[in-house]
């Protein structure tokens, strides 16, 4: 069953989409207002703001600077196998830190030429800020593409203490 909820934060009104599992639930989005790409809630999906309390309330712990790191279940079978990869090597950029593209795509295996894919699939990431991705910056220090936009992006490195020097 797809569950979803709708969280406040200091980027705006959350959307959280979630799948129950026999532990909870396995979070499959977290979208951005104005995201690229955004979740949309869909017939026969349920509201169920009392599913997704503990990530509620991690999502208010980080937001707060009480929080660096998250603990959450993340749905299975989403994505290609190079995308899973590259999502996995965002999960291990350290609270307060930023990678280049470049560096990402070292990690991954895809050096040179696979700096492009590696943009890719950090810009399909479905769950902005649980899963890092505002921590990856340009080779040159500057602010790139993110799917909530810059202005997030820049504010999510703000509350680390990561600002890249634009």
Request: aromatic share 8%.
């Given at each position: 069953?797809?569950?979803?909820?709708?969280?406040?934060?200091?980027?705006?009104?959350?959307?959280?989409?979630?799948?129950?599992?026999?532990?909870?639930?396995?979070?499959?989005?977290?979208?951005?207002?104005?995201?690229?790409?955004?979740?949309?809630?869909r017939?026969?999906?349920?509201?169920?703001?009392?599913?997704?309390?503990?990530?509620?309330?991690?999502?208010?712990?980080?937001?707060e600077?009480?929080?660096?790191?998250?603990?959450?279940?993340?749905?299975?079978?989403?994505?290609?196998?190079?995308?899973?990869?590259v999502?996995?090597?965002?999960?291990?950029?350290?609270y307060?830190?930023?990678?280049?593209?470049?560096?990402?795509?070292?990690?991954?295996?895809?050096?040179?030429?696979?700096?492009?894919?590696?943009?890719?699939?950090?810009?399909?990431?479905?769950?902005?800020?649980?899963?890092?991705?505002?921590?990856?910056?340009?080779?040159?220090?500057?602010?790139?593409g993110?799917?909530?936009g810059?202005?997030?992006?820049?504010?999510?490195?703000?509350?680390?203490?990561?600002?890249?020097?634009?």
């Amino acid at each position: 069953m797809t569950m979803y909820t709708t969280v406040d934060s200091p980027l705006g009104e959350l959307l959280l989409v979630g799948e129950e599992t026999t532990g909870g639930t396995a979070l499959a989005s977290l979208s951005l207002p104005g995201q690229k790409g955004a979740a949309v809630v869909r017939d026969g999906w349920v509201r169920a703001p009392e599913a997704f309390a503990g990530i509620a309330a991690q999502l208010r712990e980080y937001f707060e600077g009480r929080r660096t790191r998250f603990d959450i279940v993340y749905a299975d079978g989403v994505g290609t196998a190079f995308q899973r990869r590259v999502w996995a090597a965002l999960d291990t950029v350290p609270y307060g830190e930023t990678v280049s593209y470049g560096e990402i795509a070292e990690r991954v295996g895809a050096p040179g030429a696979g700096v492009r894919a590696v943009g890719t699939a950090i810009g399909r990431n479905p769950l902005l800020v649980v899963r890092p991705c505002h921590r990856v910056i340009g080779a040159d220090g500057a602010l790139r593409g993110y799917a909530g936009g810059l202005e997030s992006k820049e504010r999510l490195l703000g509350l680390e203490g990561a600002l890249a020097v634009r």
